[in-house]
Nanobody, 124 residues
């Protein structure tokens, strides 16, 4: 059974940091590009960041560039998102998603696998 399990979300003050993790199982993690996609309250899905299968190439949405860092540990089948200088507009549910190649799209149906999400709330 394929599983993507996100963790690390929570409540943080503006300017704070969080590190999200996504534990993968049931498929060959090292052969898949991975993405983070988020959904703010009452809004649609937004693609946030992507990393190629072996981590050589990374991409970021303009809204998070310079503040977020995506990484992966293929030995641990885990994807990460380090989020610094958090803003209230970063609030939302963060999903990790897998695809055979890097894509920069938010729609769930474009990915092969999709996690259940972790809530991030940035508020004072």
């Amino acid at each position: 059974e394929v599983q993507l399990v996100e963790s690390g979300g929570g409540l943080v003050q503006p300017g704070g940091s969080l590190r999200l993790s996504c534990a993968a199982s049931g498929f060959t993690f090292s052969t898949y590009a991975m993405s983070w996609v988020r959904q703010a309250p009452g809004k649609g899905l937004e693609w946030v960041s992507a990393i190629a299968a072996w981590g050589i190439t990374t991409s970021y949405a303009d809204s998070v560039k310079g503040r977020f860092t995506i990484s992966r540990d293929n030995a641990k089948n885990t994807l990460y998102l380090q989020m610094n200088s958090l803003k209230p507009e970063d609030t939302g549910v963060y999903y990790c998603a897998a695809k055979g190649w890097v894509i920069k799209l938010p729609a769930r149906e474009t990915y092969d696998y999709w996690g259940q999400g972790t809530q991030v709330t940035v508020s004072s």
